[in-house]
């Protein structure tokens, strides 16, 4: 199992490559935590609402080329 710490960095270098998406879930995330006091698993929560995880899985494969 993934710890969420390393779930949202590596979440959020899928995005990276998809910044509409990224823009959609940051407004979202931003809305959210001026509600909720910004705890650090609503990125991961609402990325994985956004995207298909069979799909994110095979971006994280493809798009480990940076370091």
Not at 25 to 35: D, E, K, L, R
Not at 49 to 63: D, G, I, K, P
């Amino acid at each position: 199992l993934t710890s969420e710490p390393e779930l949202l960095t590596k979440q959020s270098k899928v995005f990276a490559n998809e910044p509409e998406l990224l823009t959609n879930i940051s407004i979202i995330c931003w809305y959210f935590t001026t509600i909720h006091t910004g705890e650090p698993y609503v990125f991961a929560y609402f990325a994985d609402l956004f995207t298909n995880e069979s799909q994110l899985l095979a971006q994280l494969t493809t798009t480990h080329r940076w370091r």
